[in-house]
C-alpha cells in the first residue's frame, strides 16, 4: 500500500512537473522519434488492410460527432489535466505517464533497458500510421469545424497535418501493449492507461474517435510485427532482467 501510494505521489508530482516545465509551442507537442525501429518502418501497411474514414452521411460519423461534442465536457479538471500531458508523446513522458499504472517508476536513468524498449515500440508504432494518413488526408475536427482546442498552443503546427490514424493513439496503445507483456500482473491498468492516451486525443479536440480506434488497430499490427524481430526479444530479454532487479529492491 506504501509503494503505491508513493508511486501515485510521484506521478502526479512529475505530471506537475512536465505541465510546468514543458515549453508552450507547437514543436513541444508532435510526436517524436527519438530511437531506432524495432522493425525498421517495415510495418504492415494500413491502406491494404484498415477501413477508410467514415462518410460524414454514415452512422459511424454521427458516433464521431458525438464522441467530439463528448471529449468537449471532459476538458476540465484532472481529465482535462491529463489530455493536456498527453499530448507530450516524448519517450520520456511516456513513460511517467505509464509509471503508475506499470507500478514501477520508469525513467532513462533508472530503468534504461525499459526505457528503450517504450523508444523503439513508440516509433513503430508512429510510423505504422503514417503511410495511412497521407493517403487519406483526413481533417482533423478541429479544423473542419473552425473550432477550439484543449491545446490552443498546438494548433498552427496541425493545421494541415492529417487526422486519421491518431499518431498519439497507437503510440499510447503500442506501449500499453509491449508493457502489458512484460508486467502481465499489472495488465489491467496498464492497458487502460493506453486506452486513455487515445481517449485523451478525442478530449482534447485533435481527433475523431474513429481516428483513435483505428489507430489502436494499426497499434496492434505494430507490435505484432516487432514481435518477429530479433531485436525486440532481445530488448524484452533486457527488460525483463531490469523489471526483476526493480522487484527484488524493493522486497
Known sequence: MKTKTLIHGLWNLSLACFLIAMPRTAEAQTVKEEYPSFTHNNEPDGTLYLPAPPDTLSQNYVNDMVQYVWGKTQRWGARGRQAVFDSYMTTDS??????????????????????????????????????????????????????TTLIPWDEASHLKSPSYPSSHAAAGWAVALVLSELNPDRAEPILKRGYEYGQSRVIAGYHYQSDVDVARLAASAAVARIHTTAAFTEAMKKARKELNMERKAKQ
Request: aromatic fraction near 14%; proline fraction near 4%.
Open 94 to 147: 511516456v513513460v511517467v505517464g505509464f509509471s503508475e499504472a506499470f507500478g514501477y517508476s520508469m525513467s532513462k536513468t533508472a530503468t534504461p533497458a525499459i526505457y528503450d524498449l517504450v523508444a523503439k515500440t513508440i516509433s513503430d508504432a508512429v510510423y505504422a500510421t503514417k503511410k495511412i494518413k497521407k493517403h487519406y488526408q483526413r481533417r482533423r475536427p478541429f479544423v473542419q469545424f473552425g473550432d
